[in-house]
Every structure is written in structure tokens, then in C-alpha cells.
Nanobody, 125 residues
Framework: QVQLVESGGGLVQPGGSLRLSCAAS???????????MGWYRQAPGKQRELVAT???????NYADSAKGRFTIFRDNVKNTMDLQMNSLKPEDTAVYYC????????????????WGQGTQVTVSS
């Protein structure tokens, strides 16, 4: 299994910046089979939504709300993933979760998703 731990959340004013970090740990086999990692967020009363994803080949995908403001990074040696958030808006307020997809191959392809405990981001004046 893979364990994910997020950090870097906090309270910032509109227009400010935060950098979230996610550290992955577990067996060597599990770590080496992580494919896509990503950041998701969930605001009170709303469904969890995608913020940004990055593949093992560092191909990125961003939600429209994050484009031009957020940047996702991945270090496959240190097994970490960061999300640099700039020009933050009040609507960015949410709990941000780290996600990792582990893909294993056998007779059938197996895909497992792992989640961190979340880190609170609050954007308010």
C-alpha cells in the first residue's frame, strides 16, 4: 500500500500564494508502480473535484479554475508532489487531498487509488 501525507495548507489573503506538498511512502513495489498523482479539493457542501494531475511522465492536466494560477510538480526520486498556488481566490477555500493511482499488471490490470488525510486551505481577507 501507499501512504500519502499532505502539508502546506493554511490561511492566506486573496491574491496570496501557498505551496502544498505530498509525500508518498510504502513498499518499493507500490511506490514504483504509482502512475498518476494529483491534487483534489472539497469545499463544504460540495463534491470533491479535480484540481491538477501529473503522470509518471510528468504530463500535467489542470482544472479550468486552476489554469494559469496553479502549477503541479513531481519528484519521482524523492516520491513527492507539490502544488504551487498563486493568485488565490476565496473560492479556492477547501480541503485539498493528495491522490496516487497505483497500477499493477497480472492476468488483469489492477488500479488502486490512495488518498491523504487532507490539508485545509482558507483564502479570506
Amino acid at each position: 500500500q501507499v501512504q500519502l501525507v499532505e502539508s502546506g495548507g493554511g490561511l492566506v489573503q486573496p491574491g496570496g500564494s501557498l505551496r502544498l506538498s505530498c509525500a508518498a511512502s510504502g513498499s518499493r513495489e507500490s511506490i514504483n508502480t504509482i502512475n498518476t498523482m494529483g491534487w483534489y479539493r472539497q469545499a463544504p457542501g460540495k463534491q470533491r473535484e479535480l484540481v491538477a494531475t501529473i503522470t509518471s511522465g510528468e504530463i500535467t492536466n489542470y482544472a479550468d479554475s486552476a489554469k494559469g494560477r496553479f502549477t503541479i510538480f513531481r519528484d519521482n526520486v524523492k516520491n513527492t508532489m507539490d502544488l504551487q498556488m498563486n493568485s488565490l481566490k476565496p473560492e479556492d477555500t477547501a480541503v485539498y487531498y493528495c491522490n496516487a493511482e497505483v497500477v499493477s499488471f497480472g492476468y488483469n490490470v489492477r488500479r488502486d487509488n490512495y488518498w491523504g488525510q487532507g490539508t485545509q486551505v482558507t483564502v479570506s481577507s
